[in-house]
């Protein structure tokens, strides 16, 4: 357990469906981060937060996505008009601010759209 | 940020030292190398990472060549829990608070420790 949390950590939903995913990060951890992991590949970025501040967003990220982290602690990923290609697991990292910039991923919430 | 080039796969005996070799021969002088590994349906975990210096914790050891070109992460004594994707990635550390740091993962390498 790194003490990253995400949930829920298995989500099936038809396609045309919104899906919301929630990550808990380290709670000192001002650096929040999502990718995207689909079979056979490695874990793709897709956002970045600095404490409330989204600071980057990657091209897989497409407007059905989006990403926010409110109070600049637990962060929340939504698709919305969820399609086949969704199907994934969705990782959630968090780092300090300090050193090493060593990530901390959280067990990850596998999506299946039908 | 450099691309890696590992092997798709390796097998190890377990109790026996298990090297994995990673090439990025575009390194550049400011990017450090990072390994993370991923078991089976779990997140990735960060395992080590140097600049120049060979570097050792309680998980590996890394060795970087003098030109920075390759390494080779040793885990000296292989366990089957140690089955797993080893991801070599090199990756500037910024001390700025721009920064990104996002991690560019390949496809990595993976060990099958064999009883």
């Known amino acids: 357990d790194t003490g990253v949390s995400q949930n829920p950590r298995h989500k099936i939903t038809k396609r045309g469906q919104n899906v919301t995913f929630r990550c808990d990060p380290i709670?000192?951890?001002?650096?929040l981060y999502w990718y995207r992991q689909t079979l056979g590949q490695g874990p793709e970025f897709l956002t970045y937060f600095q404490n409330e501040a989204q600071l980057e967003k990657s091209r897989l990220l497409s407007d059905r996505f989006s990403a926010e982290r409110p109070k600049g602690s637990f962060s929340t990923l939504e698709i919305q008009r969820t399609e086949q290609g969704d199907s994934a697991m969705y990782l959630c990292a968090s780092s300090s601010g300090q050193g090493v910039y060593e990530q901390f991923f959280g067990p990850g919430t596998r999506l299946t759209v039908l | 940020d450099a691309k890696t080039t590992q092997p798709p796969s390796m097998d190890c005996a377990e109790g026996r030292a298990a090297n994995l070799p990673c090439n990025h021969s575009t390194i550049s002088g400011n990017e450090y190398v990072y390994w993370y590994r991923q078991i089976h349906s779990q997140g990735p975990q960060y395992i080590i990472h140097?600049?120049?210096n060979n570097e050792t914790n309680e998980m590996a050891s890394l060795i970087i060549t003098e030109d920075r070109k390759s390494s080779t992460l040793i885990l000296p004594h292989a366990t089957l829990r140690d089955t797993a994707v080893y991801y070599c990635?090199?990756?500037?550390?910024?001390?700025?608070?721009?920064?990104?740091?996002?991690?560019?993962f390949g496809t990595g390498t993976l060990l099958a420790v064999q009883p």
């Open positions: 140097g600049l120049k």
């Open positions: 990635i090199v990756r500037g550390t910024l001390n700025y608070g721009g920064a990104t740091n996002k991690l560019i």
């Open positions: 709670s000192e951890h001002n650096r």
